[in-house]
């Protein structure tokens, strides 16, 4: 199946600058996308090809300034591009969270040579991904590195160490390393994924988000050059507390895949053949039931995108950097705190959506060939990347007793 679609990406798609937000060639892009993606998740046919074509595209480079060569886009857009996105494929969309992720600390930090180099290579299309999670450490997203470890090794290092859960780095041309130096300082390595010693697996067997290659990645000796390490205290390191763009795109996902159940919900009214001898109307259309039902998927819809897009304060985040640190610590809080009331409405609103479904479809709609149930599953595997009740409650002992929300990966 996939011979087709490269041929099909190489007759349609020329792209001589990069995507803007808005220009018509994202969403021929995305359409295109979207034609594949049931039969992908389907048969577990790894996007490569759609990968390439994003690459190509630019899209990688966004969010950087056009004077930079990039796509010169706002915060806000960006997760109205995301929301396209996972509407079109959330693996897809997910494949590229950690690059986005990537892309806006390197963005809001320093302009050194080497951050300068990491935003020239997203430029020519290079996607990042990231290998951050050990199960050695005790607590998830604690930021804790206990195996992957760096060693001296001439005028620079060695690399060795096991992650796991590193989405996008099958795919990605860079990958962004947290390790331990050996005076047991936490930093963060950029490297290519193609250096010798890096091993890319795709054993991630969840059942949502399957095509996202959320595997292991194992680091044997990898050699790491000085200028490819960022400790916290060098001054061209993102140094802002929480971490809210990795999480606010994953609700941005979550917001797209209700936009493709709506779609689904529709299609499966019009070509309804029949229905209930109980109906009150010999048509699905003209069902007041699946009318009511539809409306309801198109409110959700409505709901969860324009909540995605008011929890983004990133845009004003980035303008308090400016303005010392108490600004900047006082934007990041109030960054987190929307973007985790964001995810527990919207996560909430996706599952409830996904379900919805099968009201308009009927038994029938369960056939594995049509995958629809393709939009609970990976609802509700990107819902369990931070699971609510925790946000919940660091949000509730923020309203009563003014306690600061958590700073470490889940916010």
Known sequence: MIQPVEKAIDSTFEFSTPVTANSPALQALFDFIALGAIERERDRILPYDVIDLIRRSKLGALRIPVAEGGGGANVRELFEVVIRLGDADPNVAHILRNHFF??????????????????KAAVDGAIIGLAATELEAKRAGSGEVVSTKL??????????????????????????????????????????????????????????????GSGTTTFTNVRVEADEVIKETDPDADNVPYKVVAHLILTAVNAGIIRSVLRDAKNLVLKRPRTFYHSVSEQASDDPLLQQTVGQLSANAFAAEAIVLAADALDRLNLALSQGEEAKNAAALNASLLAAKAKLIVDDLTLRSATLLFEVGGASSTKTVYNLDRHWRNARTLSSHNPSHFKARAIGDYEINGTALPIGGFF
């Open 151 to 212: 060693t001296p090794d001439g005028n620079g290092y060695r690399l060795n160490g096991i992650k796991y859960y590193s989405t996008g780095s099958l795919f990605a041309d860079l990958i962004y390393v947290r390790l331990l130096t050996l005076d047991g300082i936490v930093a963060i390595a950029i490297i290519p994924t193609n250096r010798e010693g890096i091993t890319l697996v795709d054993d991630w067997d969840g059942f949502g988000q399957r095509l996202t």
């Open 102 to 119: 990537v892309t806006e600390q390197i963005l809001r930090s320093a302009r050194s040579d080497r951050n300068r180099r990491w935003l």
